[in-house]
């Protein structure tokens, strides 16, 4: 168990040495500082949820409603339970030569907050509008990606942050559809 354990964690650090100085160019030192700022995706994201909420049906709604759940759902799971009961420090505190294009947070590193968050909401949606599958995973990867660029996290943090999201996003798309369902089933049986 120790030697896996061992050889997962040198992994870890040889995959994040390999994107964050290997990989480094100018376009993604330009670029991933920006992609990984949420504070840039929050006006997008919003308009989306208020065009779903006001211009959507029914399903739209839903699908809004379940996103918010979704996303809370993800946050607290990584920052307020499994970042402070697993307590990895981030790489731009532990390794040496870390190319760092953000301020590093103080804040634990496993698993990735960006990656959960940004994956329970690509799997929600990718989940009911099966059209924009790629585009929403593509972004999700990306911004998990450059969470290892900038230097902030090794790659298992992204990994393990990219499952916990979509598993809260299937959960919650899961759930929506059951209430649904009851929802549908008892209007059929009342008078």
């Given at each position: 168990?120790?030697?896996?354990?061992?050889w997962?964690?040198?992994?870890?650090?040889?995959?994040?040495?390999?994107?964050?100085?290997?990989?480094?160019?100018?376009?993604?030192?330009f670029?991933?500082?920006?992609?990984?700022?949420?504070?840039?995706?929050?006006?997008?994201?919003?308009?989306?949820?208020?065009?779903?909420?006001?211009?959507?049906?029914?399903?739209?709604?839903?699908?809004?409603?379940?996103?918010?759940?979704?996303l809370?759902?993800?946050?607290?799971?990584?920052?307020h339970?499994?970042?402070?009961?697993?307590?990895r420090?981030?790489?731009c505190h532990?390794?040496?030569?870390?190319?760092l294009?953000?301020g590093?947070?103080?804040?634990?590193?496993l698993?990735?907050?960006?990656?959960a968050n940004?994956?329970?909401?690509?799997t929600?949606?990718?989940l009911?509008?099966r059209?924009?599958?790629l585009?929403?995973?593509?972004?999700a990867l990306?911004?998990?990606y450059?969470?290892?660029?900038?230097?902030?996290h090794?790659?298992f943090?992204v990994?393990?942050?990219a499952l916990?999201?979509?598993?809260?996003?299937?959960?919650?798309?899961?759930?929506?559809?059951?209430?649904?369902k009851?929802?549908?089933?008892?209007?059929v049986?009342?008078?």
């Amino acid at each position: 168990m120790a030697v896996s354990l061992s050889w997962l964690l040198g992994w870890d650090v040889k995959v994040f040495y390999l994107i964050n100085s290997t990989l480094q160019n100018g376009i993604f030192d330009f670029l991933m500082p920006i992609l990984t700022n949420l504070h840039y995706w929050r006006v997008p994201l919003v308009g989306v949820w208020i065009a779903l909420i006001i211009r959507g049906g029914k399903r739209e709604r839903w699908i809004a409603g379940t996103g918010i759940l979704a996303l809370f759902l993800s946050d607290q799971l990584s920052s307020h339970f499994l970042k402070p009961l697993l307590s990895r420090v981030r790489p731009c505190h532990v390794l040496s030569g870390v190319h760092l294009l953000v301020g590093c947070p103080h804040s634990y590193s496993l698993p990735s907050s960006h990656a959960a968050n940004c994956f329970s909401i690509a799997t929600l949606f990718s989940l009911e509008y099966r059209k924009v599958v790629l585009p929403l995973m593509g972004v999700a990867l990306l911004i998990s990606y450059s969470r290892i660029y900038v230097g902030v996290h090794y790659p298992f943090d992204v990994l393990s942050g990219a499952l916990l999201g979509s598993i809260c996003g299937g959960f919650t798309w899961m759930m929506k559809n059951r209430v649904l369902k009851a929802l549908d089933k008892r209007k059929v049986s009342e008078p």
